[in-house]
């Protein structure tokens, strides 16, 4: 694989390669050669995309021994155990690039990389699972359907089973909300004030406004991302206000109202100050998120010692068995 930086020229040429590649939407392998900037984004974006799933099973996982009935229960033990899936396959698609597992995991333990802000929360009743599973699976889906058709083809491919996966968990917390919404007042009030509390926090996880995105204009000319955190959000507000009336809760935003001309719903500003509060680690829940991380982290150390012992132990093995072939 040619490497960047080898030859001024030679680099011209293969950049010349590249962008026709992206120009003719072809996937970009890891193999083929691409430039610096390309790979360092989609390290970056992909282990916070892991790093998310992983610390997104925390708000779920603090209701799996709490859940109301055995099926409530098998159905968020499974859906906790997806996330964890899909943070092992962004892992697997980001190694692809040259970078090891372990350096991403010390980044994000040492507070270099981020993951998405909607895990800074906390899940306060049993409603919450329900308003989890719609909106943040529901913010989650859209942003990722749209990474089905990445550049890069790892990355890709990892997203169209995701995706699969996703589309039970939104329709699982779409139906915890739904048994709620005909339950008792008590009931109905526990689903409204979930959503009262999730609802903007799921609109900031698509990122800042496209004006204040630092990578979109490059991340877009790549074809990394094929939509832009706006064009994102409002699909995601012009999808969900269905949903909400269906269950016959109120969005808790007093400007939220159709607009004919635009074939979209205008919604209230954005606290961003909030957003960047909690994306800079001053969140509700940011110290503990990462506490129990780094406990659990600390805890796994005998697991991944064990599982490196057993991988070279498997390798001195069949180089002993190789090296008695060529004797024989
Ligand atoms: N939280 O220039 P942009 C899930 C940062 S998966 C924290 O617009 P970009 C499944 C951004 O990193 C949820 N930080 O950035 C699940 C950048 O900072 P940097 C995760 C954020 O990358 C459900 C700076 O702001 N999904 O939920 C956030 O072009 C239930 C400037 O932003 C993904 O990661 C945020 N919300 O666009 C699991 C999808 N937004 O890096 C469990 C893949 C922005 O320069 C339970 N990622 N920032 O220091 C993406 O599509 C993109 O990275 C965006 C941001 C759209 C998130």
């Given at each position: 694989?040619?490497?960047?930086?080898?030859?001024?020229?030679?680099?011209?040429?293969f950049?010349?390669?590249?962008?026709?590649?992206?120009?003719?939407?072809?996937?970009?392998?890891p193999?083929?050669?691409?430039?610096?900037?390309?790979?360092?984004?989609?390290?970056r974006?992909?282990?916070?995309?892991?790093?998310?799933?992983?610390i997104?099973?925390?708000?779920?996982?603090?209701?799996?021994l709490?859940?109301p009935?055995?099926?409530r229960?098998?159905?968020?033990?499974?859906?906790?155990?997806?996330?964890?899936?899909?943070?092992?396959y962004?892992?697997?698609a980001?190694?692809?690039?040259?970078i090891?597992?372990?350096?991403?995991?010390?980044?994000?333990?040492?507070?270099?990389?981020?993951?998405?802000?909607?895990?800074?929360?906390?899940?306060?009743?049993?409603?919450d699972?329900?308003?989890?599973?719609w909106?943040?699976?529901?913010?989650?889906?859209?942003?990722?359907?749209?990474?089905?058709?990445?550049?890069?083809?790892p990355?890709?491919?990892?997203?169209v089973?995701?995706?699969?996966e996703?589309?039970?968990?939104q329709?699982q917390?779409?139906?915890?909300?739904?048994?709620?919404?005909?339950?008792s007042e008590?009931?109905?009030d526990?689903?409204?004030?979930?959503l009262n509390?999730?609802?903007?926090?799921?609109?900031?996880?698509?990122?800042?406004?496209?004006s204040e995105?630092?990578?979109?204009e490059?991340?877009?000319?790549?074809?990394?991302?094929?939509?832009?955190?706006?064009?994102?959000?409002?699909?995601?507000?012009?999808a969900?206000?269905p949903?909400?009336?269906?269950?016959?809760l109120?969005?808790?935003?007093?400007?939220?109202?159709?607009?004919?001309?635009?074939?979209?719903?205008?919604?209230?500003?954005?606290?961003?100050?909030?957003?960047?509060?909690?994306?800079k680690?001053?969140?509700?829940c940011?110290r503990?998120?990462?506490?129990?991380?780094?406990?659990?982290?600390e805890?796994?150390?005998w697991?991944?010692?064990a599982?490196m012992?057993?991988?070279?132990k498997?390798?001195?093995?069949?180089e002993?068995?190789?090296?008695?072939?060529?004797?024989?």
């Amino acid at each position: 694989m040619p490497v960047e930086g080898s030859n001024k020229t030679d680099n011209q040429d293969f950049m010349k390669i590249f962008d026709a590649r992206i120009e003719r939407d072809e996937k970009v392998e890891p193999k083929d050669w691409m430039p610096d900037a390309y790979r360092k984004t989609l390290i970056r974006q992909i282990s916070q995309h892991a790093h998310s799933e992983v610390i997104g099973m925390q708000p779920e996982g603090n209701w799996i021994l709490r859940a109301p009935s055995l099926r409530r229960k098998v159905a968020l033990l499974a859906k906790v155990q997806d996330e964890a899936g899909h943070g092992l396959y962004l892992y697997s698609a980001a190694e692809t690039l040259g970078i090891e597992r372990d350096e991403l995991y010390q980044q994000l333990l040492d507070g270099k990389a981020k993951y998405s802000s909607i895990f800074n929360y906390p899940t306060l009743t049993w409603a919450d699972m329900g308003a989890v599973g719609w909106l943040v699976d529901g913010a989650a889906i859209m942003n990722q359907v749209m990474l089905t058709r990445t550049s890069y083809g790892p990355y890709a491919r990892a997203m169209v089973r995701i995706c699969k996966e996703e589309s039970f968990h939104q329709r699982q917390g779409y139906e915890i909300l739904l048994h709620l919404v005909k339950g008792s007042e008590a009931q109905k009030d526990m689903a409204q004030d979930a959503l009262n509390r999730w609802w903007w926090p799921s609109l900031m996880m698509f990122g800042p406004t496209d004006s204040e995105s630092t990578h979109s204009e490059q991340s877009m000319a790549w074809k990394i991302k094929r939509k832009s955190n706006d064009e994102l959000r409002q699909a995601f507000v012009d999808a969900t206000v269905p949903q909400a009336e269906v269950l016959g809760l109120t969005i808790p935003d007093p400007d939220l109202k159709w607009n004919e001309e635009r074939g979209h719903y205008d919604f209230g500003p954005i606290d961003w100050d909030e957003f960047w509060q909690v994306v800079k680690g001053d969140g509700p829940c940011n110290r503990e998120r990462m506490a129990h991380y780094t406990k659990a982290y600390e805890e796994g150390a005998w697991v991944r010692e064990a599982a490196m012992a057993y991988a070279e132990k498997k390798q001195k093995r069949r180089e002993a068995a190789k090296s008695d072939l060529q004797v024989a």
